[in-house]
């Protein structure tokens, strides 16, 4: 069964670093999301995006973070300046259509992300 | 309470029990999605249920959803071991294309 695939499965950075999380959706879906999950709380909704551009964004998506899909294949978060809260568990989705449709959304494993 | 809270927050059961976890919300929802995190791993989705459905089944699970009351819930039937994990609500408001997702319950099930 296709899946979602991340890299790396755990990163580690110094604060105000730059950090690339990437992401693999699978192959015939339109649709991508990120969510976070810092540890013991809830699945926090990021961004969604569709058709090259950002279609939802949450408050958590502020300017330090960026979403791009530089090819066929890849989603890729970018972080610009990571501060110490923004440890936590990232997880890329996507779907083959948009909620309006009812669509499941598939996650995959996460990139744990550490800030010292 | 938030949009998606479940509850238990924890449970635990022998193998072999009946798990029942329950979901409220509070606005209007397109659908409702229940999904597993086993430790440390990604979100798997299980099931579905749209606003214009009452319950579904898929397995040994089965899921209500009662949008006069906005709750649903989780059943697993003849629970295994393997079948510990987090369970968590998610809400599709038909917007945005985003779910929230509620605070989960742990499940436990011990042989």
């Known amino acids: 069964e296709p899946e979602v695939t991340q890299t790396p499965s755990h990163q580690v950075t110094q604060m105000g670093q730059e950090v690339i999380l990437r992401c693999v959706p699978i192959s015939n879906h339109l649709y991508f999301y990120w969510y976070r999950q810092i540890l013991g709380q809830k699945v926090e909704f990021l961004v969604s995006?569709?058709?090259?551009?950002?279609?939802?964004k949450s408050e958590i998506f502020d300017d330090q973070f960026s979403v791009e899909r530089p090819d066929g294949s890849n989603f890729t978060l970018k972080i610009r300046s990571t501060k110490l809260e923004d440890s936590a568990m990232y997880f890329c989705?996507?779907?083959?259509f948009g909620t309006g449709l009812s669509q499941p959304q598939h996650f995959g494993d996460g990139t744990r992300l550490s800030i010292l | 309470s938030q949009q998606g809270e479940e509850d238990p927050q924890a449970l635990s059961i022998q193998e072999g029990e009946n798990a029942t976890m329950n979901c409220s919300y509070k606005t209007s929802i397109n659908n409702l999605q229940w999904y597993r995190q086993n430790s440390g791993r990604g979100l798997v989705h299980l099931i579905l249920i749209r606003s214009n459905e009452r319950e579904k089944h898929s397995g040994r699970l089965r899921v209500t959803l009662d949008t006069s009351k906005k709750s649903s819930s989780l059943l697993i039937t003849a629970s295994r071991a393997a079948d510990t994990a987090s369970y968590f609500c998610a809400t599709d408001t038909g917007g945005g294309n985003k779910l929230t997702f509620g605070t989960g319950t742990q499940l436990k099930v011990e042989l």
């Open positions: 995006f569709y058709n090259n551009e950002i279609s939802e």
């Open positions: 989705a996507s779907s083959e």
